[in-house]
């Protein structure tokens, strides 16, 4: 059994910390069929969520980057 294809992709994403579309799809149908459809849900929710940022670098292409957050130091007392 597969994990699921968001879970996947980011971890390819986080595993090269800056990748392309193509990259992410060629690698995706190497063990499984996804479509570009499928991937571009998944990107997309990947960059709602905060984890990945997309940019365009040609007409047909993205460059897909893994976001770091620092860790927010925990402040107590206030409230």
Do not use: H, Q
Not at 14 to 34: V, W
Request: glycine share 6%.
């Amino acid at each position: 059994m597969n994990p699921p294809l968001r879970f996947r992709v980011y971890e390819f994403v986080k595993e090269k910390k800056a990748t392309t579309d193509g990259d992410i799809l060629e690698a995706l149908n190497k063990s499984d069929s996804a479509s570009m459809n499928e991937l571009n849900k998944c990107l997309l929710d990947l960059e709602i969520l905060g984890s990945i940022s997309v940019r365009w670098i040609a007409k047909e292409k993205r460059r897909i980057e893994f976001v770091e957050t620092p860790l927010e130091g925990v402040k107590y007392g206030e409230g």
